[in-house]
């Protein structure tokens, strides 16, 4: 099987691609190799490319240390369209979504599917997987698209940005001898 991973040099793409590639066939273009916000680019990549799946877990970066953190609603959701429109290219899209849909603002330590909707995202990012995860309910009642969403949040290990995610800041912090902050 031919698996295109969108979003592969971040923690959750790189991990996933070191687990797919034992069994499946790889792509991870880069970002310098195929611009995924650019409609014309993602349509002349798959015309050149057979995949059988494509896990789309790229996002335009907005955390702390990001370079630029604007157009992430943006930048996300022609990500996103762009793949759907060239959905007729591939079997399956697994899209990686995030905690981010229950809008980050509220707290996500007992959220359960069923409050999915009742707090819209007050973030680009949380706004941008919400609207995502709207249309992709939409189109599971319909039938329109074989894809499947899995919410991810609260997951840290290898390949992961330790400046930037609290369980591995707050384990190099402690094996440092440094102050641990917590701000909720």
Known sequence: MRVLVTGGSGFIGRNLIEHLARTHEVLAPTHAELDLADPGALDRWFAEHEVDVVVHGAVRA???NAADPSRQ???NLRMFFGLMRNAHRFGRLVFLSSGAVYDVAQPLDRVTEEDFGGSLPSDEHGLSKYAI??????????????VVELRLFGVFGRHEDYAIRFVSNAICK???GLPLTLRQ
């Open 62 to 64: 907005g955390h702390r």
């Open 73 to 75: 609603l943006w930048t």
């Open 133 to 146: 995860s709207k249309y992709l309910e939409a189109a599971h009642r319909t039938g329109a698209a074989d």
């Open 174 to 176: 402690s094996l440092l």
